[in-house]
DNA sequence: CTATGTTGGTTGTAGCGACAACACATGCCG
DNA sequence: CGGCATGTGTTGTCGCTACAACCAACATAG
């Protein structure tokens, strides 16, 4: 227990206050894009979008809530929300009549369709095509490396990317 | 408006990713740390933290919501909280009777004193000295590059650093 | 010096998420 | 089969933030 602060140097404390400001904005700006868009909040499109990749559009609450990184019950009170929007239906599972199977509607399915492309837009416009393709590598290597120590578990880390990982190149980035 | 969605390639997918997961998890880590530690969220102890580096240690409400990139409305509940527990002092302002001076009182300062070291060895436990001096450099070089789209007018950045730029060296980052 | 518009802050109201308490199913052990 | 611990979701309660309404102080025009 050293109360020794070790400060940090100009460069480190100018990287971590810019980090942090986008850490604290990045999230409001999306979820402002997606409610002004979609009429869903960041969340809400999550777990649809999460759904929508899964097998049989189905998962069950827990894995669900784990992979969006949720408590159960904040998942629960946001089901109910999509449910009474005909985005999803639960019902009971048969081989584990305690665990409840969420599964994305055809409707839900549609809006996810729908929802997508302008939210990817959105995401080129404020990151992606912002970075040279040098800087999006040296991002994923920083955020991979932040994240060993922010979720160590890896539970939201990569489940299956939307696109087959045949046509990743060779560039051993990781 | 072409719908045409222009689809992320696989390294800036994954990129994303990561970086998505970095902004949901390191807002709640570091409120988890202040919470724990000091008794704070991260933005009661931003407020204080803004109030200890202001001269006379006081700023304007309007002022300080702005840096803490905070609604008004906002920044008043938890002023009250704050000043509730001690930690600053409200005055109407002589020179302008609409204006209200918040104040950082000394057991507040001694509360920001107490507080940083460890939040700053947090700051350096998940991100900085996770990071290779490069990296650090590539970090901030990209976070400039996003704020740009995420505060264009740049509110949150770098009003005053803590240390001094004397030490700065020549390295023209932006 | 009033009348009007604008700026600066505070106080209600509604919605969302965290935490705790609860209900229900399962597994295990005797 | 009965009983308790564990796993799985749902339902209350509280605290915080956004939005809107409101109040007070300045600024300017006539």
Redesign the pocket.
Known sequence: MTDDPRWLSTHELQAWMRLEAVAELLPAALDQQLQRDADL?H?EYLVLAKLSEAPERTL???GLAASTN????????????LEARGYLT?VR?ED?????LATLTEEGWRKVVATAPTHVAEVRRLVVDRLTPEQVEHLDAIALAVLGALDPENRLEAQNPVVSPDDACGNAAG
């Not at 584990?96 to 409840?100: G, I």
């Open positions: 909040s969340y069950r609450m827990s949720a408590t159960l019950p904040r998942l629960s009170h946001v089901a109910s929300r639960r599972s584990d009549r305690r665990a409840t």
